[in-house]
């Protein structure tokens, strides 16, 4: 009995650790105060400046066009790797494909930015909006190939062989057989990748130019210039919008399809 009211101590502890500055902040977000610190009643006033503030819109509108870009690509550049990856898991050339795909996963974000940069400036590529949806494509397509591969373990490619016995064609065995029990695990990486475009800042500090400002890139500039309570009621929406992806892209991979 005693070690469970001490595992229930802990747990409550570390709890309290992670949750308790998401609390603050969203707390903060509401006080009338410019700096925080002292509670001087309740108010939207930071979120109706947030919201008539033009740069942080512009910022907003560039981090979905960056995120659903980049999405895009690297799921349709994912799942295309993946099922290669499953379809000739036997190849000798298997170690060497696995760890061209499995690199991104684990290079530091400074790292792949800085070369990512390099690469761009070689190449004498403008940086803007374009750069930055390369950047993100690029390493957003390793965790879609193995959320999509992992989907693929259970795949029995003889449905399709009896699909092509039955006299279906290519494309009506793709959007009727393959595409729907491969679409949990798509929707899953779709769901990621999106997520981890909107949060990025590393890679986007590198790689980004006039004119490609998202929002984590004007929440750092802000943090130096701007009035911390405008940031508090950004972070607040910003994180609202991603846990919103985040929960749908889990409810979505639950169903049956």
């Not at 229930?8 to 309290?16: E, G, R, S, Y």
């Not at 006039?210 to 802000?222: A, E, Q």
Request: hydrophobic residues 55%; positive net charge; contains cysteine.
């Amino acid at each position: 009995m005693k070690s469970r009211y001490t595992s229930l101590l802990i747990t409550l502890i570390v709890m309290a650790f992670m949750y308790m500055p998401i609390v603050m902040l969203v707390s903060q977000s509401f006080n009338a105060s410019r700096y925080g610190g002292k509670w001087t009643g309740f108010s939207f006033k930071w979120y109706s400046a947030l919201f008539r503030d033009y740069s942080v819109i512009n910022a907003a509108i560039n981090t979905i066009i960056i995120a659903l870009s980049a999405t895009f690509l690297s799921t349709a550049i994912g799942t295309c790797a993946a099922w290669s990856l499953h379809k000739y898991r036997h190849s000798k050339l298997q170690t060497m494909h696995y760890a061209l795909v499995y690199a991104p996963l684990v290079i530091p974000d400074v790292l792949m930015g800085i070369s990512l940069l390099l690469m761009f400036v070689s190449l004498k590529a403008d940086l803007g909006l374009t750069t930055v949806i390369l950047a993100h494509t690029t390493f957003c397509v390793s965790f879609v190939t193995f959320t999509v591969l992992a989907r693929l373990q259970d795949f029995d490619f003889n449905i399709i062989q009896a699909a092509e016995d039955l006299g279906a064609g290519s494309a009506r065995i793709f959007f009727k057989l393959i595409l729907p029990l491969l679409a949990p695990g798509i929707a899953a990486g779709a769901m990621m990748a999106f997520t981890l475009s909107m949060d990025d800042f590393v890679v986007t500090f590198f790689v980004g130019g006039p004119g490609s400002t998202t929002l984590p890139v004007k929440v750092y500039s802000m943090m130096k210039h701007g009035p911390p309570a405008i940031i508090n009621a950004l972070s607040v929406v910003f994180m609202a919008l991603t846990f919103t992806v985040a929960i749908a892209g889990q409810i979505f991979t639950r169903k049956k399809f």
